[in-house]
Structure formats: structure tokens, C-alpha cells
């Protein structure tokens, strides 16, 4: 298991940008594919984006493409959620999490952070 620790949530305008950081503890992140989820009030938990072991493949929610960036540096066991053009339905809880496969469900998800919140005024 890895131990992760997600912070840069806050408050933002809409239009606004925000990046979030995931921070690994363990000498194995690199042997894990990452991911972001969020959870709305009264919503399931639902995928965001996604970033393989290497860092060279991405995918994202239809929801947030072309305005999220997910990226990593294993040299660094941190894995980062940039997200650019905000919108109020953005508004979640936003968590990072650990797969030995290159998955979007949730339950392929092994270990979590604890979250941080994102919330975007209108």
C-alpha cells in the first residue's frame, strides 16, 4: 500500500484555475498508475483523470477534458491535477488515488488520500 496526501484545494471564481498536488509516501510510485476522483454533496464518488506508471498515457472524464491536465514526477512521488477554466459543477471533494492497473473504476483503486476540497463560485 501506498500512503497518499492530496492538497492545493481552495475557493475559486469560475473561470478560475486551481492545481492540486497528490504526494506518495513509499519507494514504489512508480510501479502504481494514479488517479483523480471527486465526490459531489449527495453524488457518487466518479472518475476524473487518470496518468499510467510512466506518465506516458492519460485519459479523461468527458466532463473535464481539454480544461484538466494530469501529470507526475516519480522522482518526486507526486502526481498533479491541473485544472484550468472552472466551473461550478466542479465543486467536489477532489481525491487521488493508487492502481496496479490502469483503470477508471473505482473499486480497481486500492489506496486513497483523504481528499481536498474544491469549491467554485459563481
Known amino acids: 500500500q501506498v500512503q497518499l496526501v492530496e492538497s492545493g484545494g481552495g475557493l475559486v471564481q469560475a473561470g478560475g484555475s486551481l492545481r492540486l498536488s497528490c504526494a506518495a509516501s513509499?519507494?514504489?510510485?512508480?510501479?502504481?498508475?494514479m488517479g483523480w476522483f471527486r465526490q459531489a454533496p449527495g453524488k457518487e464518488r466518479e472518475f476524473v483523470a487518470r496518468?499510467?506508471?510512466?506518465?506516458?498515457?492519460?485519459y479523461y472524464a468527458d466532463s473535464v477534458k481539454g480544461r484538466f491536465t494530469i501529470s507526475r514526477d516519480n522522482a518526486k512521488n507526486t502526481v498533479y491535477l491541473q485544472m484550468n477554466s472552472l466551473k461550478p459543477e466542479d465543486t467536489a471533494v477532489y481525491y487521488c488515488?493508487?492502481?496496479?492497473?490502469?483503470?477508471?473504476?473505482?473499486?480497481?483503486?486500492?489506496?486513497w488520500g483523504q481528499g481536498t476540497q474544491v469549491t467554485v463560485s459563481s
Open positions: 488515488a493508487a492502481a496496479y492497473m490502469y483503470e477508471t473504476d473505482v473499486g480497481a483503486y486500492g489506496s
Open positions: 513509499g519507494r514504489t510510485f512508480s510501479s502504481y498508475n
Open positions: 496518468i499510467s506508471k510512466s506518465g506516458g498515457s492519460t
